[in-house]
């Protein structure tokens, strides 16, 4: 098996006139917690929304364990899961309905269902709460049970797209706790986060801007080349020099 | 193994069980409007005005005038001297039409003539009373000329009036019996249209969509499994409105009705298609739903044959009225219920009903897009 | 003279859940408030009492010196209200928005052109007047909203979590409007979940379960640490984190980015027993230092406690 799961060469969107993702390089390796930093509006999205098979790219190739996501998007979705910045969770079904909906999506058998969702429930601390609504959970909650329902197929690999937007340092940490949990059985974590602390957790980072990616690499190696104490000073430091640079 | 569209399905319903008043709405709107259409669209006539230029002067005109009369269908409001007199009043909206006697009938019946003529004239402007009161008057003329022809001493076997009965179903000449079932097809593309429309384009407000969307599900999977569980319902309000034109209204089931709930989901299955081919290519609930009822209920109402007769429209309607489903599924409930037709007779419309649903998915299918973009 | 926001004794249940508890507060005038506390605590709840939106079961508040119950009209006029997901017509340009809100609040017809000018200098909007609000960034959105609610010239700002999903450059622009507001005399209650925020209030409030827990500044605040604080870096922190929980004198352990914090008793002999431990079972190197807890350790560590104290006994939530 490879040791990349994603590569991505030259991929490009545009939309319109406006080029929201700009030929950009990068891999994912198997395995690793990889962190997609940026400022609002830099393109993250639209590159996890792509990685998803979502959204075609205007251009450049993009494989995902070896498959094309434009033309085999069919087969990149059975490996990977996906939470999106809004939770996709149906408000009005109970966490249990939610978790087994998304199973059912996925075409997991009944027994393979049941045992998936009670070891969900339990990982992500959610057991006694299996016939609460959804729209009555605490948003801290809403996000975990979001995370279950994106990986309760088993997917090779996960996208989180600003999975702790809005959630408080407990639950974040408590969040972060699971991200490692599942890293640890060899899953891919694909994240883009605004909190740079967590950024530090990451065994890589890439910050994009404009489109463009500015920096890639482990955040120790990132800091120590631009001489900045953490992540968040470099990001400060690389997006300040970026559009320095851009302006006429 | 639960399969995909069987998640979709139990998802899809139970969203509509949660949501307690839309599912009421559903049962509750079509049962209102059957009671407020069923009694406002009134097209019965009584008392109907007529201005009456009796030229004849005659036993026979007069026995025929009053007839007419005792039916309580007409009135002979006025008696104006000539046609043109005749004419002003209708002008003046004092009357609703004109019999004109002319002056050779009593004449004319007795010498055993083919036929004898009277002249009725109706305000078109309202077509339907016309078109009803026409049939009333065709009836009452029967009436007197068997009467007259009794009474002659020659006894002619034949009537003395050629009266061509054109109301072959329906002879109580209810329009509540005409109404009701056309309302239910009306309804059921309505509540079935607008319930479908939403389901999608909710999704996409609020951004479920995109998750199912990063799954390897297909999207006629996505359309039969949201379509799936509003079928039974939509059949159930079916039931109801069926039941409530009966129990209610007292319109008669002549034909079977095992038949009509057999056919029946070939309609829902239909109108369930377009709301979710609409909802699959718009954006927006609102714009779904606006779009669902501008394509169901006035093409519905005005061109199927629900209120209008489709034969008296204009080339281009007519045409139109052909992929309007409403015009099929009336012919099948009013053939049903009011003609007691067989399979034999709506085997057609229902195949023409089950392609159009099934074009109508493709179409949704194809439109539905599984990217964002 | 009375307080620019009063409370005392709030209360607001939805069912069995008491969303608000007897929450009593005063806030100085041109004081900048920040509110914070874990997901559900009552943030919301709380700010839409004060501005009006919801009814308290018991208890007063009031806004500007004004009831917000009674005198609710003339609270409306002096406040300015960012909700969480500020409704900004996407449709519309920057201008036709900010108009929106200028005709909503009846501004007068000779005073807006010099507002919005204002406005937009100082938001450094100015350039963009013409676009889209659907097609700004998250940061030039919330920017926006706060504009619009800034159109009418309100004495006191309700900001609920106005910087959530927008990135950290523009949290500090939006952050440095906030300071030139309070400058200018504006009384700013804001929540936020960011620890970096709430330290650049005059005044942080921590809501638990619909109490206000500890109220005091950041500063004093950071003091209530119960424990030593030491910062240790090592090679994998999350992967050795039970394992340093187990050791001697070790109270709590958070990971803070690449780095742990933890809680100990006794910061001296506690460094010296972590270091010799952490070196005995080879993890790489170890650097062990002491240092003073900031305001995210007294969050995680308060709130940590309290949980497991309900989870223990469920009658005597945060007493």
């Avoid at chain 2, 005005?49 to 009369?69: I, N, T």
């Avoid at chain 3, 809680?263 to 230092?289: C, M």
């Amino acid at each position: 098996m490879e040791q990349e799961i994603v590569s991505a060469r030259g991929l490009t969107r545009k939309f319109g006139a406006f080029t929201a993702v700009d030929h950009i390089d990068f891999s994912v390796r198997r395995g690793e917690i990889f962190g997609f930093l940026g400022a609002n509006g830099a393109g993250k999205t639209t590159t996890i929304r792509i990685l998803c098979g979502l959204l075609r790219p205007t251009g450049g190739t993009c494989l995902v364990d070896g498959l094309d996501v434009d033309r085999q998007a069919e087969a990149v979705k059975r490996l990977i899961g996906y939470m999106s910045q809004r939770f996709s969770l149906y408000e009005d079904l109970t966490v249990e309905e939610n978790l087994e909906f998304y199973g059912g999506v996925y075409g997991l058998n009944e027994a393979e269902l049941g045992r998936r969702k009670h070891g969900l429930l339990k990982e992500l601390e959610l057991e006694g709460l299996e016939k609460r609504m959804t729209a009555a959970l605490p948003l801290g909650w809403k996000q975990r049970l979001a995370l279950g329902c994106a990986v309760i197929h088993r997917p090779r690999m996960v996208f989180l797209d600003e999975p702790t937007g809005g959630v408080d340092p407990v639950s974040r940490r408590n969040f972060w706790a699971m991200i490692h949990a599942m890293a640890a059985e060899g899953v891919t974590v694909f994240v883009t986060t605004h909190y740079m602390d967590e950024a530090e957790y990451c065994d890589r980072i890439s910050i994009m801007d404009a489109g463009r990616i500015i920096a890639l690499g482990p955040p120790s190696k990132l800091k120590e080349r631009y001489a900045q104490a953490t992540v968040e000073d470099l990001f400060s430091h690389l997006l300040d020099s970026s559009r320095e640079g851009s302006r006429p | 193994m639960r399969s995909k569209i069987a998640s979709l399905a139990l998802k899809e319903y139970r969203h509509i069980m949660r949501d307690k008043r839309s599912l009421a709405t559903v049962f509750v709107l079509p049962i209102a409007m059957i009671l407020l259409y069923g009694y406002a669209i009134n097209l019965d006539v009584k008392d109907l005005e007529l201005a009456v230029v009796d030229r004849a002067r005659s036993p026979e005109s007069r026995l025929l005038v009053e007839k007419m009369e005792a039916s309580g269908y007409f009135t002979a409001a006025a008696h104006p001297p000539t046609l043109a007199d005749a004419e002003m009043l209708v002008y003046s909206r004092r009357v609703r039409g004109i019999l004109v006697i002319p002056e050779g009938f009593s004449r004319d019946l007795r010498s055993r003539a083919d036929r004898a003529a009277v002249q009725l004239l109706l305000d078109g402007s309202d077509s339907n009373t016309a078109g009803i009161a026409g049939n009333y008057f065709e009836m009452i003329l029967a009436e007197v000329g068997a009467q007259m022809g009794r009474s002659t001493e020659h006894g002619a076997p034949a009537a003395p009036f050629e009266v061509r009965p054109r109301v072959i179903y329906n002879p109580e000449l209810k329009s509540v019996y005409f109404i009701v079932p056309g309302l239910a097809a009306v309804l059921l593309m309505l509540v079935c249209a607008v319930m479908t429309s939403m389901t999608i384009a909710r999704e996409k407000e609020t951004g479920t969509l995109e998750q199912i969307l990063t799954s390897p599900i297909k999207p006629y999977q996505i359309l039969i499994g949201k379509v799936l569980p509003y079928l039974v319902i939509a059949f159930l309000v079916c039931a109801i409105i069926v039941a409530f034109a009966h129990l209610w209204f007292g319109v008669p089931v002549r034909g079977s009705l095992l038949l009509l709930a057999a056919v029946t989901p070939a309609y829902l299955f239909c109108a369930l298609s377009l709301g979710i081919a609409i909802s699959a290519s718009v954006r927006t609930q609102q714009v779904a739903v606006s779009l669902a009822m501008l394509t169901t209920m006035l093409p519905s109402v005005m061109l199927s044959g629900f209120i209008f007769r489709v034969g008296s429209m204009p080339l281009p309607l007519r045409l139109i009225s052909k992929v309007i489903p409403a015009t099929y599924y009336l012919k099948i409930i009013r053939g049903i219920m009011l003609k007691g037709v067989g399979w034999e007779h709506v085997w057609q419309h229902c195949a023409v009903l089950v392609g159009m649903g099934l074009l109508i998915l493709l179409i949704g299918a194809r439109k539905f897009s599984t990217r964002l973009d | 003279m009375s307080y620019p926001v009063q409370v005392a004794g709030l209360q607001k249940s939805f069912g069995n859940l008491k969303a608000v508890d007897d929450f009593s507060l005063e806030l100085g005038q041109g004081e900048l408030f920040g509110l914070i506390g874990p997901d559900g605590a009552g943030k919301t709840t709380l700010i839409r009492i004060l501005v009006g939106l919801m009814l308290a079961d018991g208890g007063s508040a009031s806004v500007g010196g004004f009831d917000v119950v009674r005198e609710r009209a003339r609270v409306k006029e002096i406040i300015g209200y960012m909700p969480q997901r500020f409704s900004l017509y996407p449709d519309l340009t920057l201008e036709e928005n900010l108009r929106f809100y200028a005709d909503l609040f009846q501004v007068p017809e000779a005073e807006r052109r010099a507002r919005q000018q204002r406005l937009m200098q100082f938001s450094r909007l100015e350039p963009f007047l013409g676009r889209r609000a659907g097609q700004l960034s998250g940061g030039m959105k919330q920017k926006l909203a706060l504009s619009c609610t800034l159109i009418h010239q309100p004495e006191i700002l309700f900001l609920d979590e106005p910087t959530t999903g927008v990135d950290p450059l523009s949290r500090r622009e939006f952050w440095s409007l906030l300071d030139s507001l309070q400058a200018e005399g504006k009384t700013i209650v804001v929540s936020t979940a960011y620890m970096d925020e709430a330290v650049r209030c005059d005044r942080v409030g921590l809501m638990f379960t619909g109490r206000l827990m500890a109220v005091d500044t950041p500063e004093r605040l950071r003091k209530t640490y119960p424990f030593d604080l030491l910062e240790v870096e090592l090679d994998e922190p999350v992967l050795n984190l039970q394992l340093i929980k187990g050791l001697p004198r070790v109270r709590s352990v958070q990971v803070f980015g690449d780095r742990l914090h933890v809680g100990v008793a006794e910061a001296q002999a506690a460094a010296a027993s972590l270091e010799r431990e952490l070196s005995q079972r080879a993890v790489g190197p170890v650097r062990v230092r002491r240092i003073e807890p900031c305001l995210e350790d007294v969050f995680v560590e308060l709130i940590g406690s309290w949980k497991e104290r309900i989870s223990r006994d469920p009658d005597k939530r945060g007493e």
